[in-house]
């Protein structure tokens, strides 16, 4: 944090905000204020320069095409390369999860470079596209409950050696390599294919956030009630025959 401040940075709102991904930052900001935090929030769109002194980064899903034009400002922009090297947390959904790897195929059948701030490269699946929710395990270094979430892709995502598996899937495809991952991250940059959107039905990843954000081991308690019934709402859903 800068000045005792908590900088909560909306990566290009114009171009990456699908199926109610916004959502991920109002959670993040609400939750962060609820423990008395000062929060900053920062909605940047694709004209303007991403700062580098944002503490906490969030990236949403997106078509094809934003994707692309998304992808070509934020290499050619170049500052959250910087604000990672600077110790920021980044947390990408879809799209977003795709940009941060080595490559993705864009809307145009070609390699399209991403920022290489995961170990993850994408390609296009040739079968059935991934939708429907989805029940996973969470790494169990991170000491999160399980995860919940709706899925909606054509991509599947390869992890390279230094990419860790976000979560193992119980329902649904996650990553879409048949290997049951899903989602992807490393020390501070997280990725997953989760929409809900995912903040919402798992506050427990926006509190690991917020801790990785300010370096403590715990925040104090808050209300958790109304997340609660929608995450057991969410995972009965998704348990139900088909």
């Known amino acids: 944090m800068s000045d005792n401040q908590l900088r909560v940075v909306w990566v290009y709102p114009d171009l990456l905000s699908t199926y109610g991904d916004q959502g991920n930052v109002l959670v993040v900001e609400r939750r962060a204020r609820?423990?008395?935090?000062?929060?900053?929030?920062?909605?940047v769109r694709s004209d303007q320069p991403i700062p580098t002194s944002g503490d906490i980064y969030l990236i949403g899903g997106g078509e094809d095409?934003?994707?692309?034009?998304?992808?070509?400002?934020?290499?050619?922009?170049g500052h959250l390369y910087r604000a990672v090297e600077n110790g920021a947390i980044v947390f990408s959904v879809c799209a977003g999860y795709q940009i941060l790897g080595h490559e993705f195929i864009n809307d145009l059948?070609?390699?399209e470079p991403g920022l290489g701030l995961l170990d993850?490269?994408?390609?296009?699946g040739e079968g059935e596209r991934c939708v429907g929710d989805v029940l996973a395990d969470i790494d169990p270094r991170l000491g999160l409950p399980p995860l919940t979430g709706f899925e909606n892709h054509?991509?599947?995502?390869h992890l390279g050696p230094t990419a860790r598996p976000f979560a193992q899937v119980r329902l649904g495809r996650g990553n879409?390599?048949?290997?049951?991952?899903?989602g992807a991250y490393n020390d501070t940059v997280f990725g997953t294919y989760m929409h809900g959107p995912v903040l919402a039905r798992n506050p427990q990843i926006a509190d690991l956030l917020l801790k990785l954000a300010l370096d403590v081991n715990a925040l104090p308690p808050t209300d958790d009630r109304w997340y609660e019934a929608l995450r057991n709402e969410r995972i009965a859903a998704a348990q139900q025959p088909a």
């Open 120 to 124: 993850v490269t994408s390609v296009r």
């Open 34 to 43: 609820q423990r008395g935090l000062d929060v900053a929030r920062l909605d």
């Open 154 to 157: 054509q991509g599947v995502t």
């Open 109 to 111: 059948g070609q390699r």
């Open 176 to 182: 879409g390599t048949g290997d049951g991952t899903e």
């Open 65 to 77: 095409r934003p994707q692309r034009l998304a992808a070509e400002r934020l290499r050619r922009d």
